[in-house]
């Protein structure tokens, strides 16, 4: 079997130069890394990442914790976190925090505790400075929510910005009563996303029925089976309803069915499997799961390599309001209009 001194001998370098090259040193130039990957490949060397993990005492893995794991969201990001992972030769170990904010550090410190280079964390809980000890030797990214009481990157989407097209996009057609439904008001993405609802009604001149904004002030999610029937109820009920997130989205869209409420029109926040195939197939803020979880996990091992660069603080992704039917709007005769 090939070792590292075999390679550098090969490419007519230092075995340390090899090393930088194997770990992705970004100062070692093209015509050097050229030349160790050739030798790599004429040798079919493999680096030993085990005698590394027992030279530095940490495992060649990150972590990478969501409230769901089974939510088709949080799936694809660390889908995307894995594959991210797998090129520079690291494991991923991924964990479900639960919707219950005790639950949060707990699972969060079992991770650690697996001595991971890496973490990548949605919270649940209100509060992360139980993370500060752990900062100097695990590099730290949040995705989807901010953290609190600690300073680290955070990776979100514009939620606000969303809530609010998607809003607006209803009130364009003519809407003035649009339902607010989904999880947790004390969810930040949600919240977020309720001030983006409530930013779109005020530009258009119209004030908020709170009748029309179920309140959910737990951490639990709602009961769509009382909610939504609830709403429809009301002496002057929604003519269009806005879903926080397609995991909320996947139990309202049914019930609107079974009630024969098919002229309700419907936004959600976040696309799922199929969402094109229903009929009428779902208008959705597309907030692009894959590109969370690369930008994420590109941003993590730049920490890791550069374990005390400055913190960039909060970066803020674009999501983009995808036209489809649901949302009781003609797709081309949108397009014509300019409208959405």
């Known amino acids: 079997m090939s070792t590292m ?17 194997m770990n992705e040193d970004r100062y070692v130039s093209e015509d050097v890394r050229t030349r160790v990957m050739a030798a790599v490949r004429e040798l079919n060397y493999v680096p030993n990442s085990l005698a590394r993990t027992f030279r530095s005492g940490r495992d060649a893995a990150i972590g990478i914790a969501v409230p769901d794991i089974s939510d088709s969201f949080f799936s694809q990001v660390a889908h995307a976190v894995e594959q991210a992972a797998r090129t520079r030769g690291a494991a991923v170990f991924v964990t479900s925090l639960g919707d219950n904010p005790a639950y949060e550090r707990p699972a969060v410190e079992a991770l650690l505790g697996r001595q991971i280079i890496g973490l990548i964390l949605a919270p649940v809980a209100v509060d992360q400075s139980y993370l ?35 809003v607006a996009h209803l009130v364009g057609h003519g809407h003035r009563r649009i339902a607010f439904v989904g999880d947790s008001h004390l969810v930040p993405t949600t919240a977020r996303r309720l001030d983006g609802y409530h930013a779109a009604l005020r530009a258009a001149g119209l004030t908020a029925d709170p009748d029309l904004v179920p309140p959910v002030l737990s951490a639990h999610r709602p009961d769509f089976a009382t909610t939504v029937p609830g709403l429809l109820a009301l002496p002057d009920p929604p003519t269009a309803m806005f879903c926080s997130n397609a995991r909320s989205s996947l139990e309202v869209l049914p019930l609107l069915h079974e009630l024969g409420r098919s002229d309700i029109a419907f936004i959600s926040f976040g696309d799922f499997p199929l969402a094109d195939t229903i009929v009428p197939p779902v208008t959705v803020v597309d907030q692009d799961p894959v590109g969370l979880g ?29 036209l489809r039917g649901s949302c009781g709007s003609d797709h081309a005769a949108d397009l014509r209009l300019g409208v959405g």
């Open 294 to 322: 690369r930008f994420a996990a590109k941003h993590l091992f730049h920490r890791v390599d550069e374990p005390h660069r400055r913190v960039t603080g909060e970066t803020v992704l674009p999501v983009q309001l995808v």
């Open 132 to 166: 500060e000890p752990w900062q100097d030797r695990t590099a730290l990214v949040f995705i989807d929510r901010q953290p609190s009481r600690l300073t680290a990157d955070s990776v979100l989407e514009d939620d606000f910005g969303g809530a609010r097209d998607a």
């Open 5 to 21: 001194r075999d390679v550098a001998s090969r490419a007519g370098v230092s075995a340390k130069t090899v090393s930088r090259v």
